[in-house]
């Protein structure tokens, strides 16, 4: 019996591995060969990079992305580390509104923010035209990086928050109490013990916010007119001109930064230290009027300026003729004259999501076991673990095209013989979706099902081995029930993310597959811009309804399976 337990776990390690090579290091690989090719299929070698640096059409969206990456992160480094210093350093009223507020953005598609856009600062927005002749307009250069910049900063300041919110709730209150023993003035304080204790989550943040920016494909496409990034310049060869292998050029051009910025911010983790102690006391901010005063004043001019966003959104959607005639109805809801799919796309979105949570729950989660509480083939492990980094450098349009050469090829020519392709029968159906959303935001789930699994002693697994217990029963009646709110809230990262997400699936859908968030970009192309707005909103409506669902089902299954921690 333990030679049988010690051999299944083998292979459900071996298969852990084998799904990541397969599902991303063999489509990947598949999509750089395709760069190396003419369209005939003949090996040119550079020639196609070649060709595409000597277009200065194509080779000057390389440079717009780095550009408009690099400011995004800067202003959304900036405003993220003050608002998060305002939930974490003072004691402003309305925290927990100001927390929930700054993460709307997480719950929809990148279109939004530009479509919103679109309706504030457009030839007739509600800004350009001065709230309907009540002040003078003002109006902005909004289609080229300025629009751009303005909807990445929106799409990326949550998660600037929430990185930079944990690295300063961090931190050791002896740190201060000797620095106001010293006599140090404030902005001592601040340039010694403050900046020097979250370096590494402003490290972080600017490689998560560069790389969140660079990858983005929704924003560009509303907002970015003739000012070309390589996201939209994918979707362009791809989609405009059928050129799949300079789409896959342009693919492997967009993944170097990205990899770069990875690798970086990897070997930065690597080098951090602790910066808690067991000794160590949580610091509690003290009233300062003048402080809170300017904190509170800031965190409620941002939050007022995304619910201004999506507020904007929300009416634009329910104006009948937008400004003409402001009357207010659900006229725009009404898709059936509309191309794209309409209810019946968001209920295919709905379904996919679902089963991305439910199937990219099951596999991060049991990965993660297997990784972290597995026996024998250390190696093995560490390489499946690595493995596991791997998606979240690459882009989402990547994973899309790579599926395409993937998947869609019947049989693959190895030495001259011909091998039938296993996974062929995937292509075009939602299986394929569902793959692609589960690859696409898998490490985040893997890393926090292997943080959750790190908390638990490996007792647990000695114990029940030495009586005898099989390991699949441990981990059905004491892992899973431990690690439940994890998992929870892994399933609702992946519905969240499964609906909003554009890149990943639009070069994957087709007319029988309809989803709701490429029925947004399909109407936005197509100069159906209020659809294309209610659409948004009903995909941002599910997505808050799915995450009240989660806080109920989190507290009735931690309630029944936590009582431990009550004690």
Known sequence: MVDLEKWVRRALIITACLWMVCCVLLPVAQLLWKSFLSPLGDFIGLSNYVTYFRTPALSSSLTNSLFVSTFTTAVSTSIGFAYAHALTR???PFKGFFQGVVMMPLFAP????????????????????????????????????????????????????????????MTDARL????????????????????????????????VCFVLAFTDFGAPKVVGGHFNV????????????????????????????????????????????????????????????????????????????????????????????WPYDLSLGFQHYDFSRMGGGGIAALINSVRMSLYSAVLGTMAAFGS???????????????ISYMLSL?????????????????????????LGWSIPNPFHILYGTMGILVLSNVVHFYTVSFLTATTALKQLDREFETVSESLGVPFYRTFIRVTVPVCLPAAIEIAVYYFVNSMATV????????????????????????????????????????????????????????????AWAAR
């Not at 900063?153 to 930079?164: D, G």
């Not at 941002?302 to 619910?307: D, E, K, P, Q, V």
């Not at 993660?368 to 560490?382: F, H, P, S, V, W």
């Not at 209610?534 to 599910?542: K, N, P, Q, T």
Request: glycine letters at 8%; one cysteine or more.
């Open 176 to 207: 201060y109490e000797a620095s106001a023993s010293l006599g140090a003035s404030r902005m001592r304080t601040f340039l010694t013990i403050t900046l020097p204790g979250i370096k590494f989550g402003l490290i972080s943040t600017f490689f």
């Open 110 to 169: 990148t279109l939004l923010n530009g479509i919103a856009l679109v309706y504030l600062f457009g030839r007739k927005g509600l800004i350009t035209q001065g709230f309907l002749g009540v002040i003078p307009g003002c109006s902005i250069e909004l289609y080229g990086p300025f629009g751009i910049v303005c909807a990445e900063v929106l799409y990326t300041l949550p998660q600037a928050v929430l990185i930079l919110s944990v690295a300063l709730r």
């Open 368 to 382: 993660a076991y297997l990784i972290e509480k597995g026996r024998g083939m250390r190696t093995l492990r560490q």
């Open 503 to 562: 890149s990943a699936v639009i070069f994957l859908y087709n007319a029988d597959l309809p989803l709701a968030s490429v029925a947004v970009a399909n109407m936005d192309d197509a100069g159906d811009i209020a659809p294309a707005a209610a659409m948004a909103m009903l995909i941002v409506g599910v997505n808050i309804l799915a995450r009240g669902v989660h806080g109920v089902l989190k507290r009735w299954f931690v309630g029944s399976t936590q």
């Open 90 to 92: 003072t004691c402003i």
């Open 230 to 321: 390589l996201a939209t310049d994918i979707y362009k060869q791809v989609i405009g001109q059928q050129n799949f292998v300079m789409g896959a050029v342009v693919s492997s051009v967009l993944l170097v930064p990205t990899l770069i910025a990875f690798v970086a911010d990897r070997i930065c983790q690597r080098r951090q230290f602790s910066a808690l102690t067991a000794r160590a006391i949580p610091l509690v901010p003290q009233p300062s009027w003048v402080r809170d005063v300017v904190a509170l004043a800031l965190c409620t001019v941002i939050a007022a300026t995304i619910l201004g966003f999506y507020g904007t959104a929300l009416f634009a959607s329910l104006v009948k003729v």
């Open 390 to 414: 791997v998606p979240l450098a690459l882009p989402g349009m990547v994973i899309g095209l790579s599926y395409i050469f993937f998947f869609n090829t019947p049989s693959w020519l190895i």
